[in-house]
């Protein structure tokens, strides 16, 4: 809080007056703010988006192998093992999807500190290798259970539609 570190440089011994530009400070916060709500919709956003295009890749390979599915039924198959590759289909079509956003972030990231390296010290852009590695791995997961929702979407609408 900025009104904290105001207030400690106030009573410092030898400092006679502190100015602040809170207008600016809370401008900038607000800014902030209202830029962390926008990228978060444009994160569900692109989440939903993710899982409509897996679910309608799913859809077309359905559709695709549906001589296969139809003998695999009349041999007995069950409803899992049918279903089973499409659902590690999806999966493995999010786990990619992850591992080039994953790639892209450290690859702009790196250009980005190399860019800027003539900025002063005190202005740290590089990110800490654990930080990135924990990112990393959400976005890995949300991938994967991105592909996973949208198999899963794809075959019930499947199932709907052949009933």
Do not use: C
Not at 57 to 72: F, K, V
Not at 106 to 112: D, G
Not at 132 to 157: E, I
């Amino acid at each position: 809080d900025y009104n904290t570190i105001v207030t400690r440089l106030e009573s410092t011994p030898g400092v006679q007056k502190v100015t602040s530009a809170d207008d600016a400070i809370d401008a900038m916060i607000a800014l902030r703010d209202g830029l962390q709500v926008m990228f978060w919709l444009l994160a569900v956003a692109l989440g939903v988006a993710a899982v409509a295009l897996i679910a309608n890749t799913i859809h077309m390979a359905i559709y695709a192998r549906r001589e296969e599915i139809e003998i695999m039924r009349l041999v007995g198959a069950s409803n899992w093992f049918v279903r089973t590759p499409f659902l590690i289909e999806g999966a493995m079509e999010g786990l990619i999807g992850g591992a080039l956003a994953v790639t892209f972030i450290v690859v702009a990231q790196q250009l980005a500190v190399d860019r800027l390296a003539d900025l002063p010290d005190w202005i740290n852009l590089a990110i800490e290798k654990d930080f990135l590695l924990r990112q990393g791995t959400l976005v890995l997961l949300f991938g994967v259970l991105a592909g996973l929702v949208g198999s899963s979407l794809s075959l019930a609408v499947h199932r709907t539609l052949r009933s």
